[in-house]
């Protein structure tokens, strides 16, 4: 393993002056430590990150780490301690330099900022002297952001850039919604869970490709999704259920007929109209491990076309995760199966990818209204 050159320097109630005193002092010192590094700091981006604890913090941190070959960065992580009576900003800076024998070596750092009581509704006033000018700036929020509260708001006008995981929000509806309504900003969004869900968009759009499948398509009749069971990963099944239906209905012509507008916590059933014509769905809840709950597991959609004969249209996923096996099966008797790998990727190689994509995603943002609209959110936006 590479050895990584790192220096640190931590302060209490810390001020600007202060700190950019003692983080150029770190810069001379692991460059002068590094052996075939310039003192030039590598850094292609600016990543704000808001952890919910110091305990998160470290967790990111650590997770960060992974990520710097690609995309070595300004870090800044925030954390916000309201429940304590003194105010005080507390800092911990961190410098690193991996050597090479083939170029000056990457060096890049870290900063997080604690803010105590009163301050830690003021911790965007660390960041704005902080960050490199003439960078993407990603502000990348854990869990469900602050939707309206000021330090929220404070952050995102500073970044370009915001990345979240859907399937972390605690209320789902709620957290599509307002991914819906930020959508309109100039700042593009990157989410995790949307990355999750490209390979069975991909397998279900396989289903429909051609002109003889393409018909099936818009002549779905149900359709039935299969949920690995948890206490605490209902919500992640309710978001991927919006996003999934979500991406049909703006694809296919949809409408709720009825909407999913309360956090999963056992099986359910909804409908979506396609002219006058509804489409039932089920979504079960079956116990896969450990490993599987929340996670997408199956999907089977049955379609019945005017003037064809009809299908179904199937998906099941391996209980290690790592498999899909697929299957069309027409009622005169064609069958086609075959077996698709699924990657499974960490946060860290998932934040690897988002970081190398910027600006918006039309589709996504498309889906993010129909996604709304199936949780029984109608944005309002006054003329």
Known sequence: MTDVASASWSGTDVDVGTLERHLADLWRRVTSETEGAAGVRTSILNLIVYAGSEEDAQRISD?????????????????????????????????????????????YEELTFIGRGRA??????????????????????????????RIFHQLFSVADQLIVDSAQFNTPADGIANLALLSRARQGINDFNWARLRPWREIIAQFFDGPHWAPYAHGIRSIRTEYGSGASDYRRAAVGTLLTLGWLAEELGWEPESTLDTPLARDFSMSVLQGERVIDIDLHFADHGSDAAGHLMALEMVADPKGLPPARFKVVRSDDLRRA???????????????????????????????????HDHLYERILDTASRLAGRELFIPA
């Open 63 to 107: 997770e960060l780490r992974q990520c710097t070959d690609r995309h070595p960065s300004r870090t800044i992580i925030l954390v916000g301690d309201r429940h304590v009576a003194q105010t005080s900003v507390d800092a911990r800076v961190t410098t690193y330099c991996v050597p090479s024998k083939t170029h000056s070596g990457l060096c």
């Open 120 to 149: 830690a509704d003021h911790l965007s006033s660390m960041v704005i002297p902080f960050v490199i000018p003439g960078l993407p700036r990603y502000l990348w929020w854990p869990g469900q952001p602050a939707f309206g509260h």
């Open 325 to 359: 096996d697929v299957s069309a099966t027409i009622h005169e008797g064609t069958d086609i199966r075959r077996a698709v790998p699924l990657e499974l990727e960490t946060d860290a190689e998932l934040l690897t990818h988002e970081l190398e994509m910027a600006g």
